[in-house]
């Protein structure tokens, strides 16, 4: 396997609605409005979203993700429409070069819900993992509690692996079951 870091690939790309990319210097304004306007929804499930950051904090969190981009130790990407509305945040994830093998996340701000960006970003990113990082497999993880991302998994054609009972401890200390879903190679493009 080559190094990661000498790896070259897109920090960017578009979908039919979306612009996906790394995050910027600058970028920390509109992933705080974002934040902000979405605690509510994403207080159950983010343990990062329990407060509102401060512009300052938001401004970091984006150029901290940009260094962990470009070291390849995680993939963060940013979701915009293509009028540069600030719709959320995903990105590659627990990583294993060797595989190659990555998860993807995510997050949609509250009033860009339902309109199926999740969805459509979480096909571009895997194909980003197929076709440009050599992936064998992708993952995506979720709260068996979680309805939305369950089915934003389904849409994208993951097939659910394993349901991992009482595998983990929520933000509020208690016990929750994980769901696993999974799309390997040879799956792809096919899902």
């Known amino acids: 396997m080559t190094n990661p870091i000498l790896l070259d690939f897109p920090d960017g790309f578009e979908t039919d609605r979306l612009i996906i990319r790394c995050p910027q210097p600058g970028d920390g304004a509109a992933l705080n409005a ?28 984006c150029r901290r993700a940009r260094a962990r981009f470009l070291t390849r130790e995680d993939l963060p990407l940013q979701l915009f429409l293509k009028d540069g509305t600030f719709v959320g945040g995903s990105g590659l994830h627990r990583i294993n070069w060797d595989v190659p093998k990555f998860e993807i996340g995510y997050w949609c ?37 979680h309805e939305k991302s369950r089915r934003v998994a389904e849409r994208a054609g993951f097939a659910l692996e394993a349901c991992l009972r009482r595998e983990a401890r929520d933000h509020h200390g208690d016990l929750r079951d994980t769901l696993i879903f999974a799309l390997l190679r040879e799956e792809w493009p096919n899902s």
Do not use: N
């Open 34 to 61: 974002a934040i902000i306007e979405s605690l509510d929804d994403l207080r159950p499930w983010m343990p990062w979203a329990q407060i509102a950051p401060s512009l300052e904090e938001s401004e970091e969190r």
């Open 109 to 145: 701000r509250a009033s860009q819900q339902g309109k199926g960006y999740v969805t459509e970003a979480v096909r571009g990113i895997t194909r980003l993992a197929f076709e440009h990082l050599g992936a064998e497999r992708v993952e995506i993880r979720c709260d068996a509690r």
